[in-house]
């Protein structure tokens, strides 16, 4: 069964600090990796995704992938008390549909 | 990113009464439409996959006529939920991916919260 694992949270960092969000995955044949952000009450709204190696910097989010060590994260840099959410990874399945495994989300906590 | 709606966003309801959602992709077409469920404080949970003009495939517990999805087009898929109880309270959201392959990433509706009284 394809896992995805996060820690659950919550992961509390101080204003303009950098927010290190983690996740790991069992399938080691899974290609693409999505990180989505998620607001209490409201639907996931995707934030990144990354396919290589290395890493994606998008303005102040960085993706980080090893697919070796099978782990990927996600770097928040200067956390706003907006960035306060529940990220959830997800990993590509190859099999059927594509359909995407889902984290349970690490809720972040920003505090001002 | 691509944009997906849902209606309605809020639905209450008496047991035993169905329940129709609609799910709209506004700006793209979504070959693939994808219905989840998620209970407070819970994951997602994906309860179907569906192709436009294909029936859905269901994920293992998902009743499938319990849950009716429709995928008429690439632009809309329905998911009815039939004699709904207490326990079908939930938030519903559905997500629209475009085109082929294995790397295309999924969009997200707002959801749709129902209440089964």
């Known amino acids: 069964q394809k896992e995805v694992e996060q820690n659950s949270g919550p992961l509390s960092v101080p204003e303009g600090a950098i927010a290190s969000l983690n996740c790991t995955y069992s399938?080691?044949?899974?290609?693409?990796f999505f990180w989505y952000r998620q607001y209490s009450g409201k639907s996931p709204e995707l934030i990144m995704f990354i396919y290589s190696n290395g890493d994606k910097e998008d303005g102040r989010f960085t993706a980080q992938l090893n697919k070796a060590s099978q782990y990927v994260s996600l770097l928040i840099r200067d956390s706003q008390p907006s960035d306060s959410a529940t990220y959830l990874c997800?990993?590509?399945?190859?099999?059927?549909?594509?359909?995407?495994?889902f984290g349970k989300g690490t809720m972040l906590l920003v505090s001002p | 990113g691509a944009v997906v709606s849902q209606h309605p966003s809020r639905v209450i309801c008496k047991s035993g009464t169905s329940v129709k959602i609609e799910c709209r992709s506004l700006d793209f077409q979504a070959t693939t439409m994808f219905w989840y469920r998620q209970f407070p404080k819970q994951s997602l949970m994906l309860m179907a996959t569906?192709?436009?003009?294909?029936?859905?495939?269901?994920e293992q517990g998902v009743e499938k006529d319990k849950f009716l999805i429709n995928h008429a087009s690439l632009t809309l898929s329905t998911l009815t939920v039939t004699s709904a109880h207490p326990e079908d309270s939930s938030f519903y959201i559905c997500?629209?991916?475009?085109?082929?392959?294995?790397?295309?990433?999924?969009?997200f509706g707002p959801g749709t919260r129902l209440t089964v009284l």
């Open positions: 569906s192709n436009e003009g294909s029936k859905a495939t269901y």
């Open positions: 997500s629209g991916r475009a085109g082929l392959g294995n790397l295309g990433e999924q969009f």
């Open positions: 997800a990993v590509n399945s190859r099999s059927g549909y594509s359909t995407l495994t």
């Open positions: 399938d080691r044949g899974s290609q693409s």
